[in-house]
């Protein structure tokens, strides 16, 4: 079994865990080579050790900007009620791992543009300290290079296509002119694609140049990352695409509803004796308070479920896990992302139950339809 890369545990930020991942070592080691030899022509009667040390406290501090950068979407998402499930600083930049998309286009505005927002301060106190200590000693020259490396970040992630800020912003426009997220995620990740192919050519021009290969590769790697999330984000628009095609009460389980109080053993006899794929519990007076998650069922040893309570593998029916019947479209997704849950109650207009939606049967449905 092929083994995750280990990343490097940073601290928390408002309960987010913040993460390096080892292939930041090789943008490091990158930046470091490049900027070596400028700081050792621009500052006087320095050593190369000296200025290549330099480089290299450039390239820890414009990860700690970049790091600045995705906090500012993380907190603006927190603050909109969004949870986050981690950042993470790798090779291409930063990323913030936001558990559930936003529901309004002017919530997608607001999380997509806070990291732009921390790189433009960024950058205005990065020119402040420059024009402050001059671009002739260390101080000034780390501050001329964290001011370009700020706007580097600021320009190329508001370029106006997925899975960039501008991107985001560009799809969130759309969304509040259209109504539909659907129509902004296609012009958003085929404005991404554009970009992507500009921005390979640009490398390739470029690579002649001095330093030409290590900024071609650059242009070529950061155009790959763009297409590939580009793509990533149409085929997802295609998907949510087909949904209205998706009928709810073809892809229903049949249910058992039975009393929490029995034993996995007992319950599992039940389901074979029947032709129910999945288990509600009810209440005394029959009302539906709990699903069982399969996956957890499952885990349970051969001989531990006839002293095991059900209840225990059992998820409480919170709102967001009772579905009508009606729903389809955008807003069956958008309740799925709502209460991520592997299975859902789906309700009749009376408030009955109608049947247990599992939500590898829609996944499997959904790349069948497309």
Same mark, same amino acid.
């Given at each position: 079994?092929?083994?995750?890369?280990?990343?490097?545990?940073?601290?928390?930020?408002?309960?987010?865990?913040?993460?390096?991942?080892?292939?930041?070592?090789?943008?490091?080691?990158?930046?470091?080579?490049?900027?070596?030899?400028?700081?050792?022509?621009?500052?006087?009667?320095?050593?190369?050790?000296?200025?290549?040390?330099?480089?290299?406290?450039?390239?820890?501090?414009?990860?700690?900007?970049?790091?600045?950068?995705?906090? /500012?979407?993380? #907190?603006?998402? +927190?603050?909109? $009620?969004?949870?986050?499930?981690? @950042?993470?600083?790798? !090779?291409? =930049?930063?990323?913030?791992?936001?558990?559930?998309?936003?529901?309004?286009?002017?919530?997608?505005?607001?999380?997509?543009?806070?990291?732009?927002?921390?790189?433009?301060?960024?950058?205005?106190?990065?020119?402040?300290?420059?024009?402050?200590?001059?671009?002739?000693?260390?101080? /000034?020259?780390? #501050?001329?290079? +964290?001011?370009? $490396?700020?706007?580097?970040?600021? @320009?190329?992630?508001? !370029?106006? =296509?997925?899975?960039?800020?501008?991107?985001?912003?560009?799809?969130?426009?759309?969304?509040?002119?259209?109504?539909?997220?659907?129509?902004?995620?296609?012009?958003?990740?085929?404005?991404?694609?554009?970009?992507?192919?500009?921005?390979?050519?640009?490398?390739?021009?470029?690579? /002649?140049?001095?330093?030409?290969?290590?900024?071609?590769?650059?242009?070529?790697?950061?155009?790959?990352?763009?297409?590939? =999330?580009?793509?990533?984000?149409?085929?997802?628009?295609?998907?949510?695409?087909?949904?209205?095609?998706?009928?709810?009460?073809?892809?229903?389980?049949?249910?058992?509803?039975?009393?929490?109080?029995?034993?996995?053993?007992?319950?599992?006899?039940?389901?074979?004796?029947?032709?129910?794929?999945?288990?509600?519990?009810?209440?005394?007076?029959?009302?539906?308070?709990?699903?069982?998650?399969?996956?957890?069922?499952?885990?349970?040893?051969?001989?531990?479920?006839?002293?095991?309570?059900?209840?225990?593998?059992?998820?409480?029916?919170?709102?967001?896990?009772?579905?009508?019947?009606?729903?389809?479209?955008?807003?069956?997704?958008?309740?799925?992302?709502?209460?991520?849950?592997?299975?859902?109650?789906?309700?009749?207009?009376?408030?009955?139950?109608?049947?247990?939606?599992?939500?590898?049967?829609?996944?499997?449905?959904?790349?069948?339809?497309?």
């Amino acid at each position: 079994m092929r083994r995750r890369p280990r990343l490097l545990f940073l601290g928390r930020f408002f309960g987010v865990p913040l993460y390096f991942a080892p292939s930041w070592l090789l943008i490091a080691a990158i930046l470091t080579r490049v900027y070596g030899p400028p700081i050792h022509r621009s500052v006087a009667d320095i050593s190369w050790s000296t200025a290549y040390l330099t480089a290299f406290a450039f390239t820890v501090l414009f990860a700690l900007c970049v790091l600045a950068h995705e906090l /500012g979407h993380t #907190a603006v998402s +927190l603050a909109l $009620g969004s949870p986050v499930k981690r @950042v993470v600083i790798f !090779l291409l =930049g930063g990323i913030s791992e936001i558990e559930r998309e936003p529901e309004q286009a002017r919530d997608e505005l607001l999380v997509a543009a806070a990291g732009p927002a921390v790189s433009g301060l960024l950058t205005g106190l990065a020119a402040w300290g420059e024009h402050a200590l001059g671009t002739h000693t260390l101080p /000034g020259v780390l #501050a001329t290079l +964290l001011f370009w $490396g700020n706007l580097s970040v600021l @320009v190329f992630n508001l !370029l106006p =296509g997925l899975p960039l800020d501008g991107g985001r912003m560009l799809r969130a426009g759309i969304w509040g002119v259209a109504h539909s997220r659907l129509v902004g995620t296609r012009i958003g990740a085929w404005a991404g694609r554009a970009l992507a192919v500009a921005m390979a050519a640009l490398g390739i021009y470029l690579s /002649g140049g001095q330093n030409g290969f290590i900024v071609g590769f650059v242009f070529v790697f950061m155009a790959a990352y763009l297409w590939l =999330g580009a793509t990533a984000a149409l085929r997802s628009a295609e998907v949510l695409d087909r949904v209205p095609s998706v009928a709810l009460p073809s892809l229903l389980r049949p249910g058992l509803m039975v009393p929490g109080d029995i034993s996995v053993a007992e319950a599992l006899t039940r389901v074979w004796a029947g032709s129910a794929r999945g288990l509600v519990l009810v209440d005394s007076s029959d009302r539906p308070t709990a699903i069982v998650t399969e996956s957890l069922i499952g885990d349970v040893p051969p001989e531990r479920r006839a002293w095991t309570p059900l209840a225990t593998v059992a998820r409480a029916l919170e709102p967001g896990l009772l579905i009508p019947i009606g729903l389809t479209g955008e807003a069956l997704i958008d309740a799925i992302r709502a209460t991520p849950a592997s299975e859902y109650l789906v309700v009749n207009p009376d408030g009955s139950p109608a049947g247990i939606l599992a939500i590898t049967d829609l996944a499997t449905t959904l790349k069948g339809a497309a």
